[in-house]
């Protein structure tokens, strides 16, 4: 692995020629949107203990002090921007004929920036799904209270059963179909992008492996070493919002120069 410069040519030439493209992002590509990560100092299970506040055995006890937790999330997501990381892997999703994002953020920053070939493999903060006939829906259409109570906990309109955040907690399953689209274009790229995740949950899901059987060249942007960092061939240790824009302006200069 060799920690490069953004605009580092040989990555700048295997950018440039690769045909099938995949990406895989955490929390690191919000952050320059303002929204904090999980475990960088100032991460989220830095302030809240995961084990009380993304599992189904915490919900289960103590729904109201969740909810709150997830509220938070929601106002903190629909007051942030995407930022020039999201807006570049819209644009390059527009350049290579097989491209597709798999992301583990829960914010809509990468839909908003114009994403559309992506999967969400951890849910989304702006759902919230019926405990009891598991409609999903888009907590923009309620208006919820600054504080929920026991009394005013968000219900399905069908059915009346509680509704839960539709987020992939601790001990659940990722769900299978956007799970299945990453591991198949993760096997069949020929490069790959990591891009602010530490890979410290299911070890990046074993993507960066299937990447490399199939002889991909992979990229970590991370200012810090993450547990994927290993497999890289180029590690740019550059924040996302800054060395993914330079990055590809530097592709498609390239390419324009033939
Ligand atoms: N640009 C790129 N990477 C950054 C930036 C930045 N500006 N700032 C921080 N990072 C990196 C950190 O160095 C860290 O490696 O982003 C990574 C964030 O790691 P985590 O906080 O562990 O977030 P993530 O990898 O997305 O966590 C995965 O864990 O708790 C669960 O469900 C939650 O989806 C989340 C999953």
Request: with cysteine; proline share 6%; aromatic share 10%.
């Amino acid at each position: 692995m060799e920690n490069v410069s953004p605009t580092h040519k040989e990555l700048i030439n295997v950018m440039k020629n690769a045909r099938r493209v995949f990406v895989f992002t955490g929390a690191g590509v919000s952050k320059e949107s303002g929204l904090p990560t999980f475990r960088d100092d100032d991460g989220l299970w830095k302030k809240f203990d995961p084990m009380t506040m993304a599992t189904p055995e915490a919900f289960r006890e103590n729904p109201v002090v969740v909810w709150n937790m997830y509220r938070i999330r929601q106002t903190q997501v629909l007051s942030a921007q995407p930022n020039p990381a999201h807006k570049t892997l819209a644009q390059m999703e527009q350049f290579y004929p097989d491209f597709l994002l798999a992301t583990q953020n829960v914010d809509d920053l990468h839909e908003r920036a114009g994403s559309r070939r992506m999967v969400k493999i951890h849910g989304n903060a702006l759902e919230m799904r019926c405990l009891d006939c598991v409609t999903i829906f888009d907590v923009r259409e309620f208006s919820f209270p600054e504080e929920f109570t026991q009394d005013t906990l968000p219900r399905c309109t069908k059915c009346g059963g509680l509704c839960r955040p539709n987020i992939v907690w601790f001990g659940e399953y990722v769900p299978q179909e956007p799970m299945m689209a990453a591991v198949r274009s993760a096997a069949n790229c020929d490069l790959m992008l990591i891009i602010g995740t530490s890979g410290e949950v299911s070890g990046g899901y074993g993507f960066a492996e299937y990447a490399l059987a199939n002889g991909a060249a992979i990229v970590d942007v991370n200012p810090g070493r993450g547990a994927l960092t290993r497999y890289a061939r180029f590690w740019v240790s550059e924040p996302a919002g800054s060395a993914l824009p330079q990055m590809w302006q530097e592709v498609t200069k390239n390419i324009a120069e033939g």
